[in-house]
């Protein structure tokens, strides 16, 4: 029986290689796959959470970073609750590219939608984008801002855990709640709702 309360869209994006597929395996799997190939247009996973005793459920869109693949992804941010941008913070171009991304989403998702940048493959001794960069361009584009490692499960069920708990508390009130536990940095008061598909509705 699929007795949740609220059902979120999260979309993935960033360039490819950054781990975005990972992320979401290690969140709905509990694993690292070994030799991941680069995903195909769209791909999605499903996974419940239980917060405050209500059950959320997460459909989660995992899009191919790849350029040729773009108009196809395009596509799925129209509809998305929240947006997780990754870039790996041990390749600098996939940091350069954070602008583009953005220009993306103001054109293609909802101006509601939950924004987090994600600074994945923490575990790599070979980082080119100090955490205070990565925090600094998210608290300038009004995000959320959080590092993973998808191949160490570092912040991974954080980082999911945090979004359907922001979005239900969204889909509740109407705004965003104080939020003081320092889990998502960078916080910004937001006053949007999200429409949200609710099952008790
Ligand atoms: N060290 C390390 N490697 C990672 C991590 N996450 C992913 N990788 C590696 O990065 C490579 C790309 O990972 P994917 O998850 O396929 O990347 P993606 O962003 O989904 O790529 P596209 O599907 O092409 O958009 C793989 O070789 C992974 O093993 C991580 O947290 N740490």
Same mark, same amino acid.
């Given at each position: 029986?699929?007795?949740?309360?609220?059902?979120?869209?999260?979309?993935? @994006?960033?360039?490819?290689?950054?781990?975005?597929?990972?992320?979401?395996?290690?969140?709905?799997?509990?694993?690292?796959?070994?030799? !991941?190939?680069?995903?195909?247009?769209?791909?999605?996973?499903?996974?419940? @959470? +239980?917060?405050?005793?209500?059950?959320?459920?997460?459909?989660?869109?995992?899009?191919?970073? !790849?350029? #040729?693949?773009?108009?196809?992804?395009? *596509?799925?941010?129209?509809?998305?609750?929240?947006?997780?941008? @990754?870039?790996?913070?041990?390749? !600098?171009?996939?940091?350069?590219?954070?602008?583009?991304?953005?220009?993306?989403? +103001? +054109?293609?998702? *909802?101006?509601?939608?939950?924004?987090?940048?994600?600074?994945?493959?923490?575990?790599?001794?070979? #980082?080119?984008?100090?955490?205070?960069?990565?925090?600094?361009?998210?608290?300038?584009?009004?995000?959320?801002?959080?590092?993973?490692?998808?191949?160490?499960?570092?912040?991974?069920?954080?980082?999911?855990? !945090?979004?359907?708990?922001?979005?239900?508390?969204?889909? #509740?009130?109407?705004?965003?709640?104080?939020?003081?536990?320092?889990?998502?940095?960078?916080?910004?008061? #937001?006053?949007? *709702? @999200?429409?949200?598909?609710?099952?008790?509705?």
């Amino acid at each position: 029986m699929d007795d949740y309360k609220f059902l979120f869209k999260v979309v993935l @994006v960033g360039n490819a290689g950054v781990g975005k597929t990972c992320l979401v395996r290690r969140f709905t799997q509990g694993l690292f796959p070994p030799g !991941q190939g680069a995903t195909i247009g769209v791909d999605f996973m499903i996974k419940t @959470v +239980e917060i405050d005793n209500e059950k959320i459920k997460l459909q989660i869109w995992d899009t191919a970073g !790849q350029e #040729r693949f773009r108009s196809i992804t395009q *596509s799925y941010y129209r509809s998305a609750h929240a947006l997780i941008l @990754v870039y790996d913070i041990s390749c !600098q171009p996939t940091f350069d590219c954070l602008p583009d991304w953005l220009r993306e989403i +103001e +054109e293609y998702a *909802s101006s509601k939608v939950l924004r987090v940048l994600v600074g994945n493959k923490i575990d790599r001794d070979d #980082r080119e984008i100090p955490t205070r960069v990565g925090e600094d361009f998210a608290q300038r584009h009004n995000m959320y801002y959080l590092e993973t490692s998808a191949k160490e499960s570092d912040n991974v069920e954080k980082l999911f855990n !945090q979004i359907a708990a922001e979005l239900m508390e969204q889909a #509740r009130c109407k705004e965003l709640p104080r939020y003081d536990d320092g889990n998502l940095q960078n916080m910004n008061r #937001r006053t949007t *709702s @999200v429409d949200v598909t609710c099952c008790g509705n």
